[in-house]
């Protein structure tokens, strides 16, 4: 196999989980091959960089292999190569959100704490 359709192996290689959503992203600008955007129909081979955008994460990574058909995590993972560069910046923005939010709750008020939240906006009035 020399050349594989990009959505495709982004399929293959588990970053998306089917492949009308790869081709959704790869049309939103969120994949970018050798730097620049691409077309589903875009044609890959191994020694390509690829650039993914999922949600907080921008992901860089160089194709190793090529496959059409979706197998296992394990064998999806042989697929690709993640810079260190990549995996440097993901650690590095996870802890800056994880700081982020240290202070915040982010679970709902239980029952005694609204009425505590009630009794004190009375007061206020």
């Not at 992901?59 to 993972?77: H, K, P, T, Y």
């Not at 704490?113 to 009035?125: L, M, N, S, V």
């Amino acid at each position: 196999m020399d050349k594989v359709r990009i959505d495709k192996w982004l399929w293959a290689a588990r970053f998306y989980k089917t492949r009308s959503i790869a081709k959704q992203a790869i049309d939103g600008g969120k994949v970018q091959a050798d730097g620049q955007r691409v077309k589903a129909s875009r044609e890959i081979a191994p020694g390509v960089t690829l650039i993914l955008r999922q949600g907080w994460d921008q992901v860089e990574v160089e194709v190793v292999a090529l496959s059409d058909q979706r197998r296992g995590a394990e064998v999806a993972r042989t697929l690709y190569r993640e810079t260190e560069d990549s995996v440097a910046r993901r650690a590095q923005a996870r802890a800056e959100r994880q700081a982020s939010n240290a202070g915040i709750r982010s679970e709902k008020p239980n029952k005694k704490q609204r009425r505590q939240i009630h009794r004190f906006q009375r007061e206020q009035e």
